[in-house]
């Protein structure tokens, strides 16, 4: 069924911008909530931004919010990453659930409907100079 691959991540200089791509293939995005989450080493892993590709609401983290933008077009979603730090250094991850999972309530926030959601393997961001 639906699979998610990242690709982007690489090395980038404290201020410098990056671009990540999630590329969904096996079924559509319609229906879907889509999140992107990091993971450094020693951290907990952190729900980043999302996008609800049934209506296009989207949600940041106050850590990236004015830097990070996430966007969606066909069966892809992006996060644009601008002005860079060396805290953004992490693994970062796509990730999938079923939008109706936001009409649940009692939820502890956007982010944690992807407990059970689909995963893809992660790309490498790494700021330093």
């Known amino acids: 069924q639906l699979q998610l691959v990242e690709s982007g991540g690489g090395l980038v200089q404290p201020g410098g911008f990056l671009r990540l791509s999630c590329v969904a293939s096996g079924s559509s995005l319609g229906h879907y909530v889509v999140g992107w989450f990091r993971r450094a080493p020693g951290k907990q892993r952190e729900g980043v931004a999302l996008?609800?590709?049934?209506?296009?609401t989207t949600h940041y983290a106050d850590s990236v919010k004015g830097r990070f933008t996430i966007s969606n077009a066909g069966n892809m979603v992006f996060l644009q990453m601008n002005s860079l730090k060396p805290e953004d250094t992490a693994a970062y991850y796509c990730?999938?659930?079923?939008?109706?999972?936001?009409?649940?309530?009692?939820?502890?926030?956007?982010?944690?409907?992807?407990?059970?959601?689909?995963w893809g393997q992660g790309t490498q961001v790494t700021v330093s100079s």
């Open positions: 996008i609800n590709n049934v209506d296009g």
């Open positions: 990730a999938a659930e079923d939008a109706g999972f936001l009409d649940r309530g009692g939820y502890d926030g956007p982010f944690s409907i992807f407990e059970g959601g689909i």
